[in-house]
């Protein structure tokens, strides 16, 4: 098999596989702590516990206006799947990244490699506890692989003409996750570092 194409089916796979495992093990319902809040104040566009979540609160409430699944918790906990089973794909597409910036070439063991490494932190026991309930911290998690992916993008695309809107989108990223989570805050070292 060529190495692009079996890059490209391992992307889909490391989006699908966890994607299924954290749906198949997503609260059915509301969840003890804050996750009754969060589903509660995105269905009727509250405010929740300070320093709020609006980005968060939007998208729950979008979620929970679509006609699948009967629950409306369930509706709002499925956020959590799709986000962290989107931050596995990038995840993925990172360490091939670094992978292939140490070794200097591409090659199927490099994607090997990643798959199983995106797939092991996959189920971490903090990363799948925050896939399967309405947290904020799934969706924060994805902001943070994005803007990870997009500095590695604009290193790999110096020198260039289109390096700048890598910067602009990153930064465009980090405000939309403030309306999540600060956890994204915790990427500007490593902006920096590769900056």
Known sequence: MEPKKLHKILIFLSFLMPFLLYFKTMAPTVSLWDCGEFISTSIIMGIPHPPGTPLYLII??????????NDLGARVNIISPIASALSIMFLYMI?????EKINKKENLITYYAAFIGALTFAITDSHWF???????????????????????????TQNNNNQLKYL??????M????????LNLLAIPFIGLII
Not at 60 to 69: K, M, V
Not at 175 to 182: D, F, K, M, P, R
Request: net charge negative; charged share 10%.
């Open 60 to 69: 729950g409430n979008f979620f929970s206006q679509l006609p699948f699944l």
């Open 95 to 99: 360490i091939v990244y670094l992978i």
């Open 130 to 156: 925050n896939a399967v309930e309405a947290e904020v911290y799934a969706l924060s998690t994805l902001f943070t692989a994005i803007v990870v992916w997009l500095i590695l993008k604009w290193e790999r």
């Open 175 to 182: 405000g939309l996750a403030i309306g999540i989570h600060l």
């Open 168 to 173: 602009i989108l990153i930064f465009y990223c």
